[in-house]
T-cell receptor, first 115, second 113 residues
Framework: QKEVEQNSGPLSVPEGAIASLNCTYS??????FFWYRQYSGKSPELIMF????GDKEDGRFTAQLNKASQYVSLLIRDSQPSDSATYLC???????????????FGKGTKLSVKP | GAGVSQSPRYKVAKRGQDVALRCDPI?????LFWYQQALGQGPEFLTY????????KSGLPSDRFFAERPEGSVSTLKIQRTQQEDSAVYLC???????????FGSGTRLTVV
């Protein structure tokens, strides 16, 4: 079982809609959770991080964390074509393969926002 | 510098050739990480430095891979006797301390032919 799971997509939403991106992780000891955006041919760019259960909002982005369900999500409100990218979920902490504290990434979900 | 700088941006190597990839982290960042990203995959952890100390190299795929950061700033990832399966984007990231988000460099795209 992969340690950080994401649906690879593509997820297609119309402009102005809410895009919902989901991620599950296997290690209950995980402490912190990150969402990165990666445009094609570019490097990952940090969008948000969340440490505590609940919601964290930053502009059009909301990260949601449920540690009991080992689930983290990213909501993008009023989606724009410029949001079209691959979104990477990353998890830190716990004991993934003995490497505590390093970011473990999912494969990413490709989001396409149609004008 | 203002960001994490990696060079070269692209590298084509013949199979069996040795390569060296350079990473210049954000000034003052203590932690430095190397990741490998294959096409369509998420970044995979290779190794981690805190200052000049290599604290974790569990992700290095074979003994052909070697990384160093002798003065606690610039780091070099060296791959000896490159193989086709080494073709990937190699990403360097730095952070001011370990328990924070990373800033990635632009990466080096290595193609082994």
């Amino acid at each position: 079982q992969k340690e950080v799971e994401q649906n690879s997509g593509p997820l297609s939403v119309p402009e102005g809609a809410i895009a919902s991106l989901n991620c599950t992780y296997s290690d209950r000891g995980s402490q912190s959770f990150f969402w990165y955006r990666q445009y094609s041919g570019k490097s990952p760019e940090l969008i948000m991080f969340i440490y505590s259960n609940g919601d964290k909002e930053d502009g059009r982005f909301t990260a949601q964390l449920n540690k009991a369900s080992q689930y983290v999500s990213l909501l993008i409100r009023d989606s724009q074509p410029s949001d079209s990218a691959t979104y990477l979920c990353a998890v830190k902490g716990g004991n993934y393969g003995g490497s505590q504290g390093n970011l473990i990434f999912g494969k990413g979900t490709k989001l396409s926002v149609k004008p | 510098g203002a960001g994490v700088s990696q060079s070269p941006r692209y590298k084509v190597a013949k199979r069996g050739q040795d390569v060296a990839l350079r990473c210049d982290p954000i000034s003052g960042h203590v932690s430095l990480f190397w990741y490998q990203q294959a096409l369509g995959q998420g970044p995979e952890f290779l190794t981690y430095f805190q200052n000049e100390a290599q604290l974790d190299k569990s992700g290095l795929p074979s003994d052909r891979f070697f990384a160093e950061r002798p003065e606690g700033s610039v780091s070099t990832l060296k791959i000896q006797r490159t193989q086709q399966e080494d073709s990937a984007v190699y990403l360097c990231a730095s952070s001011s301390y370990r328990d924070s988000g990373y800033t990635f460099g632009s990466g080096t795209r290595l193609t082994v032919v």
